[in-house]
C-alpha cells in the first residue's frame, strides 16, 4: 500500500465523503496526485461545461421559491380580504 492509496482509502470510508455521495456529488479528485499537465486540462474542461445536474437543483429551488411565494402573498390577500370585510 502506498501513502496515496491509503489516504484515498481513509477519505472514502469518512462520513463527509458518504455525505456527499448522498447529495450526489460523485467527482472527486485529489490534488496531489494530479500532474500539473493533467490539472491544467481539467480545468480547461469544467470551464466549457457547466455541470449537468446544476440546472435541474435551480430549476426545483426555484419552483419551491415560487410556492412558498406565492403563499405568503395569497395570506396577506386572505387578510386583506378580512380587513376590507370587517371596515365595510
Known amino acids: 500500500m502506498t ?10 470510508n469518512s462520513p463527509l465523503y458518504q455525505y456527499l455521495q448522498d447529495l450526489g456529488h460523485t467527482d472527486f479528485e485529489i490534488c496531489s496526485s ?7 486540462s481539467t480545468v ?7 455541470p ?3 440546472l435541474p ?5 426555484l419552483k419551491v421559491a415560487e410556492t412558498i411565494k406565492s403563499w405568503i402573498f395569497s ?12 371596515v365595510s
Do not use: C
Open 3 to 12: 501513502p496515496e492509496f491509503d489516504e484515498e482509502v481513509v477519505f472514502e
Open 34 to 40: 494530479l500532474s500539473p499537465k493533467l490539472e491544467k
Open 52 to 54: 449537468s445536474r446544476a
Open 57 to 61: 437543483k435551480q430549476g426545483i429551488l
Open 75 to 86: 395570506q396577506y390577500n386572505k387578510k386583506d380580504d378580512l380587513l376590507h370585510k370587517l
Open 44 to 50: 480547461t474542461e469544467g470551464q466549457q461545461k457547466p
